[in-house]
């Protein structure tokens, strides 16, 4: 991607909503994910009219899913539903709080590999991990999140 | 978990609010941000700068000496005091004299010493006329003044003003020709010599002879002004004599 305005007014365009949504699937609050999503986009603009950018997408999210660990350094229970939220399913609740029941490592690693799409070598990349740890997150996290789910559906289910 | 995960988190995503003017945002902070690193970059540098400056000063003067700071002197003896507005003193009173006859004179390494100057004379034309050398030193107990002769015992003295003195003439030797005088100061025996001597190996005979004559000597070493010229510590006695010029009609050590 070229460091001229319209190339990067395109990439901002394009990915900021993946990369909110990315990130609400990390922190669970919109108008936080909202800021972190701004926040990394513009060191990215930044960095790339620098020059010392390479990949713009490893980029963005190596430092989006850094800035979100350093938020959640707690496994905190912070689902937020958003204001025009009415009827979010009962389903996505107890999926989102199983999910932020995991590491943040866990979380990131499913978020990547299963909402994002990225492959082992990418996720791996962008998390500063080796492929092996990556794998080793992937298992732990979907084994932890199937745990949680069913104790959720059993508890719901009384 | 029998539904893929990525359908399931698809799910979580519902009510996801509408986009405002995030985009504009984004590059906003990013303009904020080259602004802050621009302004970090430049108080750095300058933070730097001001570090090597400092260094070079604290370097500069720990290692060179202060403006005006004397060389070493032997041990026990004052620097040369200088009067803040004269240079040289004792020049100021002997370059009048010099000028009139149309010459220059100019120091002559070395320069001085502790109780003593030396100075070269030129011609107009910047050929070399001799030197001016002038020292003084302490004789609270009296003088006895050489005589022309040579022969023993004690001159016949002149006196004018509060000083007695000798006039030495320029002898006979064409290749060590001097004029000079010794006058001691009655009140306190504080002595100054002073000789004028002709460029040695001259070309030119007149050259030769000394570029002061024999009553400019005179009048120069009575002059009241050439010993209050040298600081008040100032002599060409004990150990500092070996320093000191050494005069064709030599000022004896006691009376």
């Not at chain 1, 732990?140 to 069913?150: D, N, P, Q, T």
Request: net charge negative.
């Amino acid at each position: 991607m070229s460091g001229d305005d319209n190339g990067l007014h395109d990439f901002v365009a394009g990915r900021l909503p993946h990369l909110r949504r990315s990130a609400f699937l990390m922190c669970g609050d919109w108008d936080l994910a909202t800021e972190l999503t701004v926040a990394c986009l513009a060191r990215v603009v930044a960095d790339t009219r620098r020059g010392v950018v390479a990949d713009p997408d490893v980029y963005a999210y190596a430092e989006l899913m850094e800035a979100c660990r350093r938020r959640n350094r707690r496994r905190e229970h912070v689902f937020v539903a958003s204001a025009g939220a009415e009827g979010v399913a009962a389903e996505s609740i107890l999926l989102l709080d199983a999910l932020h029941k995991l590491t943040p490592r866990c979380r990131a690693v499913l978020v990547l590999r299963y909402w994002d799409g990225f492959d082992v070598d990418a996720t791996g990349a962008m998390l500063d991990l080796d492929d092996d740890r990556v794998e080793a997150y992937e298992q732990a996290g979907l084994a932890a999140l199937e745990r949680l789910l069913a104790k959720a559906e059993v508890a719901a289910a009384r | 978990m029998t539904v893929p995960l990525g359908e399931l988190l698809g799910h979580v995503l519902e009510g996801e609010p509408a986009l405002a003017d995030e985009i504009d945002e984004v590059f906003r902070r990013a303009e904020t941000l080259r602004r802050r690193r621009t302004r970090l970059l430049l108080i750095a540098g300058a933070a730097i700068a001001a570090v090597i400056v400092l260094a070079g000063y604290l370097l500069t003067t720990t290692l060179l000496p202060a403006p005006g700071t004397p060389r070493s002197l032997p041990a026990g003896r004052p620097p040369v005091p200088v009067p803040s507005t004269i240079a040289d003193p004792v020049l100021a009173v002997i370059a009048p004299v010099v000028d009139a006859a149309h010459l220059r004179i100019v120091p002559r390494p070395p320069e001085r010493g502790f109780g003593w100057r030396q100075y070269s004379v030129l011609a107009a034309d910047g050929r070399p006329r001799g030197t001016v050398q002038v020292a003084v030193f302490a004789r609270p107990d009296g003088l006895c003044f050489p005589r022309r002769d040579g022969s023993d015992g004690c001159a016949r003295r002149d006196r004018t003003g509060g000083v007695d003195y000798v006039r030495y003439g320029a002898g006979t030797d064409p290749d060590w020709q001097v004029n000079e005088a010794i006058a001691r100061r009655t009140s306190d025996g504080r002595t100054v010599a002073l000789t004028a001597t002709g460029e040695r190996d001259a070309t030119d005979p007149s050259d030769a002879t000394p570029p002061l004559s024999g009553s400019q000597v005179e009048q120069l070493a009575t002059d009241p002004r050439l010993l209050a010229a040298f600081g008040a510590g100032e002599g060409c006695d004990g150990p500092a004599a070996d320093a000191c010029p050494v005069f064709k009609v030599p000022v004896p050590e006691r009376r």
